[in-house]
């Protein structure tokens, strides 16, 4: 399903050149339960935007459900972030004002889908996470454990083939963070494709897999052994 290819990404800042990714090669199966790590500056950010077509490689080939994206326009991107990638961020991204299935039906808008049907679809998604009693609730009458879960619904509402999570616990309690990553685990089981990335290694322990990254290079990539029921 995805399917890096000698992946090399290079910032200039000034006269200096930043190499940030040195030449990743890594395939993930649909269906697969991973997690990115590594510490700041390792270049684990810079791999999970080029997975989320959020940035382009510099060299090397990116292919998602068989589709070559890095050489995609960048409207061309936006179709494929919006149609097959669910993004979750650790500052959830919530609009303030709208309540919580309006947020969750945002990204059906730019699909000019009828407004009975984003509607439904979004209603499922928050009930999919256990908030179908929270419709109606504004951000600032949520959780942080509630608004994380809405952020979640909004990435699921499209039918992603991946949802990818950017330290989807960070802004957590640690009870939270675990209720979070046991929907994670619910989400996996029901067949979604999930990559966190994370610097937490209790977090990372959630997947099956662990694919650690420093200097710009995958160092390490191994299965995790199945967690205590």
Do not use: W
């Amino acid at each position: 399903m995805i399917e890096l290819r000698g992946i090399v990404k290079k910032y200039v800042l000034g006269e200096e050149t930043v190499l940030a990714l040195a030449g990743v090669d890594l395939f993930i199966g649909r269906n697969e339960y991973v997690a990115l790590i590594g510490p700041s500056g390792s270049g684990k950010s810079t791999l999970m935007n080029i997975i989320g077509c959020l940035d382009s490689p510099s060299e090397g080939q990116y292919i998602l459900n068989g589709r070559d994206t890095s050489s995609l326009r960048d409207d061309e991107l936006a179709i494929v972030r919006n149609r097959e990638i669910g993004f979750i961020f650790q500052s959830f991204h919530l609009l303030p004002r709208q309540t919580a299935l309006q947020n969750v039906m945002q990204p059906l808008v730019y699909r000019r889908m009828p407004p009975a049907e984003r509607r439904e679809r979004a209603a499922h998604a928050l009930e999919k996470v256990g908030l179908g009693d929270r419709l109606d609730h504004r951000p600032n009458q949520l959780s942080g454990g509630q608004r994380q879960r809405v952020a979640v619904a909004r990435a699921l509402v499209g039918e992603p083939s991946l949802l990818l999570a950017d330290e989807p616990t960070g802004n957590l309690d640690s009870r939270t963070s675990l209720e979070i990553m046991a929907l994670f685990d619910a989400l996996h089981a029901q067949g979604q494709t999930v990559v966190i990335v994370t610097h937490e290694p209790d977090i990372a322990a959630h997947c099956r897999r662990t694919i650690r990254v420093r200097d710009g290079l995958v160092v390490e990539d191994s299965l995790n052994p199945p967690r205590a029921a």
